[in-house]
């Protein structure tokens, strides 16, 4: 398998313009789980799906972000407008549910995103 | 609420010095416990995860961590470093027998290398 694949890695734009990340997960991986990472914030979680449905959403700083699930082999974060403390990796990874509790999760490379 | 704490931000130790990465939990039942390593630039790779059974735990790159429930405590310990270790290590959390998916995230622990 090759692994949660992202797109693109790396991402610079200016204030003001719209942002779209993208996901793969796993094949047969049914949550998917959107997180940014900053220095000053550390690793958050943003967002996360099970069988493409948004299960908590409480992460999402504000009404700019948004994320959509289509189907189980694809999911967006998408950024409307940006702002330069949007600033960040944004790390996307896939997990499976096991009869105790939740596995793993399985991180892509991450986007790094630089507003300007 | 179930959250994890890594309290050292920051370690460095010697190149085949051993090393001892503290993790404490809360949480009211037994949880799922995992280490992750991130090296610069990189995702979050899993080294070891705790389900039930052994409560010392093998991982990969040579690592191993010890549940010790009376402790809340899953530590990550190396008997001897390499220079390529250098990495930020998480510690994690998540909730058995949870409708919850989510696992916590520790803050992190930064680990630099001395030569």
């Known amino acids: 398998d090759a692994g949660v694949i992202q797109s693109p890695r790396h991402e610079v734009t200016e204030m003001g313009q719209e942002v779209t990340l993208r996901c793969k997960p796993i094949?047969?991986?049914?949550?998917l789980f959107w997180y940014r990472q900053t220095m000053m914030r550390g690793l958050e979680l943003l967002i996360y799906?099970?069988?493409?449905?948004?299960?908590?959403d409480s992460g999402m700083p504000e009404d700019r972000f948004s994320a959509k699930m289509p189907n189980a082999s694809f999911s967006t974060l998408k950024i409307q407008p940006s702002e330069p403390r949007d600033s960040a990796v944004y790390f996307c990874?896939?997990?499976?549910?096991?009869?105790?509790?939740?596995?793993?999760?399985?991180f892509g490379p991450g986007t790094r995103l630089t507003v300007l | 609420a179930q959250s994890v704490t890594q309290p050292d931000i920051h370690i460095t130790v010697s190149e085949g010095a051993s090393l001892e990465l503290r993790c404490n939990y809360s949480y009211g039942a037994t949880p799922y416990l995992f280490w992750y390593v991130q090296s610069p630039g990189q995702g979050l790779q899993l080294l070891l995860k705790?389900?039930?059974?052994?409560?010392l735990v093998q991982g990969i790159k040579g690592f191993e961590a010890e549940f010790k429930r009376s402790q809340s405590s899953f530590n990550l310990r190396k008997p001897s470093v390499h220079w390529s270790d250098a990495a930020e290590y998480f510690c994690?959390?998540?909730?058995?027998?949870?409708?919850?998916?989510?696992?916590?995230f520790g803050s992190g622990t930064r680990l630099s290398i001395r030569p």
């Open positions: 705790y389900f039930s059974g052994d409560t």
């Open positions: 990874a896939s997990s499976r549910r096991l009869a105790g509790g939740q596995d793993e999760q399985f």
């Open positions: 994690a959390v998540g909730e058995r027998y949870s409708s919850a998916s989510k696992i916590i």
């Open positions: 799906f099970n069988n493409n449905v948004p299960i908590d």
């Open positions: 094949s047969g991986h049914d949550y």
